[in-house]
């Protein structure tokens, strides 16, 4: 680790969170999709990465579903303040935080990690602008499109086709019903989606993903600050 650090003082850490995804994807889909740009990052440019952080902030709402499991935002904070410090000692100059998962309170507690010779970027990538690959709005859904074309081409294995079943929002006044934090609050018969998920397809997937490592990639390799500025 001291060679490659040596040579390259920077680290991606993946940050995912448990939160259901319906009945055709899984639990661990947010951590899935990070874990798979950190893990690509890291092979194309030679950078260190952290093991993935499985678990975040997610909408109380969620926790019906079984399954399901979150962290405060103020638990998700400390436990990554403490882990970019030890790294920091450790030689890091530049942190790439990547999660998948647009709940504020969860990309918020990333936002407020802290190091003192390092920089820091985070990255939330449902919030990079797809709208021109996909049909949906991505941001008024779960499980719907987005995800469900990114599992389809980077685990197709991992998703239930035959139990995918549309629910979409028509109308901003049923939207903003079940809206909370800017993340989808599933309606009780929507088990758990929100959403189109049948215009997802392994096509679309790879321009996704395709875009997110393009990305990644520009803010990763920017320059590291020299640490006695």
């Not at 081409?153 to 035959?162: G, I, K, M, Y």
């Amino acid at each position: 680790m001291r060679e490659v650090l040596d040579g390259m003082p920077r680290m991606i850490v993946p940050i995912g969170a448990l939160d259901q995804h319906g009945p055709h994807l899984p639990l661990g889909t947010h951590g899935f999709i990070a874990d798979a740009v950190a893990r690509d990052l890291s092979q194309e440019t030679g950078t260190l990465r952290a093991p993935l952080l499985a678990y975040g902030v997610n909408e109380p709402a969620s926790h019906q579903y079984p399954g399901t499991a979150s962290l405060r935002r103020k638990t998700l904070h400390r436990a990554v303040n403490e882990l970019i410090g030890r790294w920091e000692d450790h030689g890091v100059r530049r942190f790439l935080i990547l999660t998948a998962h647009r709940f504020e309170p969860h990309v918020d507690a990333l936002l407020m990690a802290l190091s003192t010779r390092a920089r820091t970027s985070v990255v939330d990538l449902l919030s990079i602008d797809i709208s021109d690959i996909v049909e949906s709005p991505p941001g008024r859904e779960h499980a719907g499109e987005l995800e469900t074309s990114l599992l389809l081409f980077l685990a197709p294995e991992r998703v239930r086709v035959d139990r995918i079943r549309d629910r979409p929002l028509e109308g901003m006044k049923e939207y903003r019903k079940y809206v909370r934090g800017k993340q989808p609050t599933p309606p009780p018969d929507s088990e758990g989606v929100v959403g189109r998920p049948s215009l997802g397809s392994a096509e679309k997937g790879r321009a996704i993903y395709e875009r997110y490592i393009s990305l990644c990639r520009g803010i990763l390799m920017e320059d590291v600050d020299d640490p006695g500025d």
